[in-house]
């Protein structure tokens, strides 16, 4: 990752997003939570405009907080000028009138503040959290559209950051720092021509020292984005060990070794907190710079004032309104200072989220991509090579194999050969390196996704249960389902029995990965919902491991007439479940080495046989013993 940073860097980070995936895959590298992701090295002024670019559906909201926030501005200006007048005019008159006048002006100019300035604050705040809500909902939605290879180069809590917690330290930026600041340009100008048309030497000799502050401010923006970056990519890794360390919580505790997790998750933690003080020591130097400065200031107006030097005659007056005014001018310039620094820490999470927005799905439908017409189910694999990564390892060399519509199609062989690999290739979660794969003599590259995956039913070997009950979890397979359906399907793949032996029956509610059902309950509900979607390609991957054999026995039974019709990919490692398969193929280091019907195989006295062999003696003693 490290070897390709120069490059990326000069490409520009919109470039940059599309090629460190890609970089990284080539280089055969993944992100670890002990690796810090790259980072551009300048703020890219594209993503603030990008943060402009959500404002868009709330400019009529926008435009109201700006007229209000510019009544505010204006009251601001406005009361050190009506002192002026109070001291050098009202007050040596002695008018018992103008006194009230001025008086009832000062009030209700207050009044109108304080009203304008509650109604600043939730709309800016709403308008803030809308905007959030599109950022949060665009991550979210984008995120759902990444090939498995975006997942398989990062861990997933570093994915689980961004839309979470990256999202979220925006919010101060965007709920009261972007509108804020345009409010306070206004007043810092119109403070700026009020000093000017009251006394413009006076007004020079306060603005001495702002060059000073200018460069201090730029001085210190590079060390700040620095720390803030540094910061965001060690929350990131804490996040990773942290949501890795969860899911793997039941070995740690079977292999007791909570200990030395707990040692790395304090590795983790100190590099968060070290990088977060070294951010905040920073940020706490611009402070001082520009309170210093105006400090300096407004006691350089007085002496200036009182002595008369530089040319500078004043009323008592204008001195107290000058050093009104001189507040109000700082108080915008601390204000656009502070929302600076927000800026530079938002721009270190800034450029991760629209980093992960710009991700384009290498796995997309091309243009022009045309519908998938109602598949027969004939499959070919022609001359299929494939390697995860671009220049890596090939993990199918040269696999070709033809399947007609309806056939039942076994893959077996060791652990690793490539067999899942090949079913993946065939729902298109990758695309293959070289050769092709064609449905009904379309290549899958050239129908569009949707068209190709809705006709595919893909049990894998982790089934995944969603939080809600299990009727829900079976309907996900097909929306409109109705509970006849859904109970039939579960009739026939035989999870009707334990489903109705469950407290609620098809209304017992299962939590996230349905951590309460056992692993064989999981793939029987899974079964259901594949079945349910009656698809004509099925695929099945290791989907009957964890069911019993007398379970499986029932299941087989119910499957067969299901299958029928049905062109279906089989993988298990139990022979027993694929000996009716129509064609076996057994699949060694990405290749076919061998294939037939079951009994084919068997008098061929090669891989398969000693595979069925060995399983057999084991069930064998199994039984013996
Ligand atoms: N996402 C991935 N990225 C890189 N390499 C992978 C990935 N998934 C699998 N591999 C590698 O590809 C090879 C084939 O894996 P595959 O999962 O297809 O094997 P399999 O035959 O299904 O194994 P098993 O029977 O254990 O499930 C293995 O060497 C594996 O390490």
Known sequence: MRAGTASMRAQGRGQQAKSQGQQQAQAGQRNTFREDEDLAEQINLKD??????????????????????????????????????MIDTVIPSGSMGQLTALGVGFFAAIVVYELCHRYRTVAITRVGQEMLKDMRRDLFTHIQTLPFSYF????????????????????????????????????????????????????????????????????????????????SNKQSNLNAYIHESIAGVKTTQTFVREGEQFATFQEQQGQVRSSWMRAVRLQMLMWPGVQNVSTITIALIYYMGIMGLGGVQVSTGVLIAFVGYANSFWNPVINIGNFYNQLITCSAYLERIFETLDVRPEIADKPGATQLPPIKGKV???????????????????????????????????????????????SRFYDVSEGSITIDDHDVRDVTLESLRRQMGVMLQDTFIFTGNVRENIRYGKLDASDQEIEEAAKAVHAHEFIMDLPDGYETRVEERGSTLSAGQRQL?????????????????????????????????????????????????????????????????????????????????????????????????????
């Open 380 to 426: 070919d694999f022609n001359d299929v090579v494939f390697r995860y990564e671009p220049g890596g390892r090939e993990i199918l060399n040269l696999v070709d194999f033809h399947v007609q519509p309806g056939q039942t199609v076994a893959l077996v062989g060791p652990t690793g050969a490539g067999k899942t690999t090949i079913v993946n290739l065939l």
């Open 48 to 85: 603030i405009a990008r943060i402009g670019s959500y404002l868009k559906p709330y400019v009529k909201d926008v435009v109201r907080i700006l007229l209000v926030v510019i009544t505010m501005s204006c009251i601001a200006v406005a009361i050190p000028y009506l002192t002026k007048i």
């Open 525 to 625: 509900i899974a079964f259901a919902r594949v079945l349910l979607a009656d698809p004509r390609i099925l695929i099945l991957d290791e989907a009957t491991s964890a069911i019993d054999t007398r379970t499986e026995e029932a299941l087989q039974a119910g499957l067969r007439h299901l299958l029928k019709g049905r062109t279906s990919f089989v993988i298990a490692h139990r022979l027993s479940t694929i000996e009716g398969a129509d064609q076996i193929y057994y699949i060694d280091h990405g290749q076919i080495v061998e294939h037939g019907s079951h009994e084919q195989l068997l008098a061929q006295k090669g891989a398969y046989y000693r595979l069925y062999e060995s399983q057999y003696t084991m069930i064998r003693d199994a039984n013996g013993a």
């Open 152 to 231: 398989d180069s990062r861990p997933h809590g570093k994915i689980l950051i961004r839309v979470v917690n990256y999202v979220n330290t925006l919010s101060d930026t965007l709920s009261s720092g972007l509108i804020n600041v345009i409010a306070d340009v206004f007043t810092f100008f119109i403070t700026l021509i009020a000093m000017f048309l009251i006394d413009w030497r006076l007004t020079l000799w306060s603005l001495i020292l702002f060059p000073l502050l200018v460069v201090w401010v730029l001085v210190l923006q590079h060390f700040q984005r620095r720390a803030y970056q540094r910061l």
